[in-house]
T-cell receptor, first 111, second 111 residues
């Protein structure tokens, strides 16, 4: 089992560019999540998906969109990147609504 | 929104010392989780707690679910260099999809 995988590991964008962060899990989990982590801010929830076909906003959804492509995959899209979106992005999944397992993260810099 | 206060924010200890950290909230939680994050990695689940008063160990780590259900504690005994990292608490209100994370405790160990 690979657990939760994320691609890419690193990305540098210019302001206004778009990109999609990919996440996949092989644990047959129902729920998936996207977080961002900034220094001194802990982990903040961007979007989550309780099941295939459903998505809901978290604490900081502005500037992002998500797609729950199937049970395994949950992608995060930045349509027009801004420097404030420079961060480390983590995907997570859980079977029930409790123990979440995290991927290794994507380090994004927006110039 | 719900917030978790995690303390201390950072700790500098000598190898072999015991470590204690805690999280408190104004809300009642039904689940408490403790995670560890190594540099450049995603958080890894250490201990999950589901019942008030519950005391659970994982090797040298011991965590407790506070009786009031508003707090949780993590202790590390006889610290070793690989304990270095950031420790996060996370709580979940019953029926809520989302976890609330603390700000983290950064542990540094002097050999």
């Amino acid at each position: 089992n690979a657990g939760v995988t994320q691609t890419p590991k690193f990305q540098v964008l210019k302001t206004g560019q778009s990109m999609t962060l990919q996440c996949a899990q092989d644990m047959n989990h129902n729920s998936m999540y996207w977080y961002r982590q900034d220094p001194g801010m802990g982990l903040r929830l961007i979007y989550y998906s309780a099941s295939e076909g459903t998505t809901d906003k978290g604490e900081v959804p502005n500037g992002y969109n998500v797609s729950r492509l199937n049970k395994r995959e949950f992608s995060l899209r930045l349509e027009s990147a801004a420097p404030s979106q420079t961060s480390v992005y983590f995907c997570a999944s859980s079977l029930e609504d409790n123990e979440q397992f995290f991927g290794p993260g994507t380090r994004l810099t927006v110039l | 929104g719900q917030q978790l206060n995690q303390s201390p924010q950072s700790m500098f200890i000598q190898e072999g010392e015991d470590v204690s950290m805690n999280c408190t909230s104004s809300s009642i939680f039904n689940t408490w989780l403790w995670y560890k994050q190594d540099p450049g990695e995603g958080p890894v689940l250490l201990i999950a707690l589901y019942k008030a008063g519950e005391l659970t160990s994982n090797g040298r780590l011991t965590a407790q679910f506070g009786i009031t259900r508003k707090d949780s504690f993590l202790n590390i005994s006889a610290s070793i260099p690989s304990d270095v990292g950031i420790y996060f608490c996370a709580g979940q209100v019953q029926g809520a999809q989302k976890l609330v994370f603390g700000q983290g405790t950064r542990l540094t160990i002097n050999p």
